[in-house]
């Protein structure tokens, strides 16, 4: 069975600063897909960004960008220019590329902004 | 344009009662999941669904059944209810994984929060 790690409970970082927040999985797939979800105190579950695993190439999106290491099973999630808005839960989740599409979810990095 | 509709979005259950959270998408999807997330943890998958008619289980179904008799539906019933399934819920539906429509996330419900006392 997959399994997702997120080492880090908490992060803090200062508005406008740069933080990144770790992710490690175990998997023995060599095909499959990984995400970023961010949790508000809304508690809405929004998709921040996915990564294929047979793409090199680092997904980004506008200013959240991801450093996948395939061979190290890492996947962490660098947000730039932090915002106030930036401020939630965020959960890293692995899914297979095969089969029944269940998201397999890390414990979650709770991110605070510092004014 | 609704996505995933789940009610109600509260709800405080006594010992050995039985509830339905209701869940309802309208974009069509074929899979849903349902998941319950505890306090400081990640989502756990309870059950899930692949296409009307058609459920399984997921990591933690002790206490739960579901139902998929349409597309759209996937009701969670708790039959009862015990403190330990104090939790938030939530329903999840995807698109079939194949080709490009397979690096797609889920889109979920704004939860539902079950107290149970």
């Known amino acids: 069975a997959q399994t997702v790690t997120q080492s880090q409970p908490e992060m803090s970082v200062q508005e406008a600063e740069t933080v990144t927040l770790s992710c490690t999985y175990d998997t023995s797939e060599s095909d499959y897909y990984l995400f970023w979800y961010k949790q508000p105190p809304s508690r809405q579950m929004i998709l921040v960004i996915r990564?294929?695993?047979?793409?090199?190439q680092n997904a980004t999106e506008n200013r959240f960008s991801v450093n996948f290491q395939k061979a190290a099973k890492s996947f962490s999630l660098k947000i730039s220019d932090s915002q106030l808005g930036d401020a939630a839960m965020y959960f890293c989740a692995y899914r297979s590329a095969r089969g029944n599409e269940k998201l397999t979810f890390g414990t979650g990095t709770r991110l605070t902004i510092i004014p | 344009n609704a996505g995933v509709t789940q009610t109600p979005k509260f709800r405080i259950l006594k010992i050995g009662q039985s509830m339905t959270l209701q869940c309802t998408q309208d974009?069509?999807?074929?899979?849903m999941y349902w998941y319950r997330q505890d306090p400081g943890m990640g989502l756990k998958l309870i059950y899930y669904?692949?296409?009307?008619?058609?459920?399984d289980k997921g990591e933690v179904p002790n206490g739960y059944n579901v139902s998929r008799s349409t597309t759209e539906d996937f009701p969670l019933r708790l039959e009862l209810a015990a403190p330990s399934q104090t939790s938030v819920y939530f329903c999840?539906?995807?698109?079939?994984?194949?080709?490009?429509?397979?690096?797609?996330?889920?889109?979920f419900g704004s939860g539902t929060r079950l107290t149970v006392v």
């Open positions: 974009m069509n999807h074929n899979y």
């Open positions: 990564q294929e695993a047979y793409k090199q």
């Open positions: 669904s692949v296409g009307a008619g058609i459920t």
């Open positions: 999840a539906s995807s698109q079939y994984a194949g080709g490009e429509m397979a690096n797609y996330g889920y889109t």
